[in-house]
């Protein structure tokens, strides 16, 4: 039986998006989202630079940095990893939320371009965003960056990504991330939570495309790196601080929620907002005053600001 769900009607033109399983449009929908990118443009006030990185082995991978027009110090910086599900290319939408973040919040931000699965299987694209970390570091002062002050945020997929950079991070480096901003992360791989159960078919995103999801990211195995994949039994101490968004009706709501109360057991200075009548992916709005919202809240965050109750 289907569900009705009682959706924030800047959101409903959502709904449209439902799906069972996506495979057999990945191909057709990365060309066009690849297509779509051409056009993507920062906010008034940013811009784009486009560069080619050694990724993981040493295959090339794109980034963007989005900077100021005008700025004649080194900004704080933000790795930003789009969401996906670790196999569809990121839109136009990443790009402007992400600018609209950087503009508010005096950042300048890397947006990546990892590879995806199932062609690039786990840990590929985790390894390449790593990798773009170090490039930050490594590249900091022609980027404008801060290096001892960067950031790592990222949407749905992304945002499990961001979290595996910031435990590589930690235990390569031996380094602290700044912040972590991650809105409706992919968090568990055991996929057992009460959201996971019930919302077999809410828009955009579902359990039934998250065990897909799953089976697709893992097809080749953990290699003995499960816990930077799948975080809810990992060893997140010395974590940094963290900003999490969730969504009412999305099947990863509650894992999202465990991981705050995680981080939050270990003393983690945790920011939460969790949103109602909202459904995944909802940063493609980004028209919307739900979305002006996020992007306000977001940029507190960054700038240290933010107050710990929602509004």
């Given at each position: 039986?289907?569900?009705?769900?009682?959706?924030?009607k800047?959101?409903?033109?959502?709904?449209?998006?439902?799906?069972?399983?996506?495979?057999?449009?990945?191909?057709?929908?990365?060309?066009?989202?690849?297509f779509?990118?051409?056009?993507?443009k920062?906010?008034?006030?940013?811009?784009?630079?486009?560069?080619?990185?050694?990724?993981?082995?040493?295959?090339r991978?794109?980034?963007?940095?989005i900077?100021?027009?005008?700025q004649?110090?080194?900004?704080?910086?933000?790795?930003?990893?789009h969401?996906?599900?670790?196999?569809?290319?990121?839109?136009?939408?990443?790009?402007?939320?992400?600018?609209?973040?950087?503009?508010?919040?005096?950042?300048?931000?890397?947006?990546?371009?990892?590879?995806l699965?199932?062609?690039?299987?786990?840990?590929?694209?985790?390894?390449?965003?790593?990798?773009a970390?170090?490039?930050?570091k490594?590249?900091a002062?022609?980027?404008?960056?801060?290096?001892?002050?960067?950031?790592?945020?990222?949407?749905?997929a992304?945002?499990?990504?961001?979290i595996?950079?910031?435990?590589?991070?930690?235990?390569?480096?031996?380094?602290?991330?700044?912040?972590?901003?991650?809105?409706?992360?992919v968090?568990?791989?055991r996929?057992?939570?009460n959201?996971?159960?019930?919302?077999?078919?809410?828009?955009v995103?579902?359990?039934?495309?998250?065990?897909?999801?799953?089976e697709?990211?893992?097809?080749?195995?953990?290699?003995?790196?499960?816990?930077?994949?799948?975080?809810?039994?990992s060893?997140?101490?010395?974590?940094?601080?963290?900003?999490?968004?969730?969504?009412?009706?999305?099947?990863?709501?509650?894992?999202?929620i465990?991981?705050?109360?995680?981080?939050?057991?270990l003393?983690?200075?945790?920011?939460?907002?969790?949103?109602?009548?909202?459904?995944?992916?909802?940063?493609?709005?980004?028209?919307?005053?739900?979305?002006?919202?996020?992007?306000?809240?977001?940029?507190?965050?960054?700038l240290?600001?933010?107050?710990?109750?929602?509004?």
């Amino acid at each position: 039986m289907i569900m009705t769900y009682d959706i924030d009607k800047e959101l409903r033109i959502l709904k449209a998006l439902t799906y069972e399983k996506f495979s057999k449009r990945r191909r057709i929908t990365n060309i066009l989202m690849n297509f779509s990118m051409i056009f993507a443009k920062p906010v008034k006030g940013m811009k784009i630079k486009k560069y080619s990185i050694k990724g993981y082995r040493d295959h090339r991978i794109k980034v963007y940095l989005i900077k100021h027009r005008k700025q004649n110090n080194l900004k704080k910086g933000l790795l930003y990893l789009h969401g996906g599900s670790f196999q569809l290319e990121g839109t136009p939408f990443h790009i402007r939320n992400l600018s609209k973040i950087a503009l508010n919040s005096g950042y300048n931000a890397v947006y990546v371009k990892y590879k995806l699965a199932p062609k690039y299987a786990f840990p590929e694209g985790l390894e390449d965003s790593y990798k773009a970390y170090i490039w930050i570091k490594e590249n900091a002062d022609k980027l404008n960056i801060d290096k001892n002050s960067i950031a790592v945020g990222g949407d749905s997929a992304g945002g499990n990504l961001a979290i595996g950079v910031t435990l590589l991070v930690r235990d390569r480096l031996k380094e602290k991330v700044n912040k972590v901003l991650l809105f409706y992360p992919v968090i568990d791989h055991r996929q057992v939570t009460n959201s996971i159960k019930i919302y077999t078919d809410t828009p955009v995103w579902n359990s039934l495309l998250n065990k897909d999801m799953w089976e697709t990211y893992l097809i080749n195995g953990d290699f003995g790196m499960i816990e930077y994949a799948s975080f809810i039994n990992s060893n997140l101490r010395d974590f940094p601080e963290t900003y999490i968004e969730t969504a009412e009706y999305d099947c990863l709501r509650d894992e999202g929620i465990l991981f705050a109360e995680r981080l939050k057991s270990l003393n983690v200075k945790v920011y939460e907002r969790h949103t109602k009548h909202s459904v995944h992916g909802y940063d493609g709005v980004f028209y919307s005053k739900f979305m002006k919202r996020r992007i306000k809240d977001r940029s507190a965050f960054l700038l240290g600001v933010l107050n710990d109750e929602e509004n």
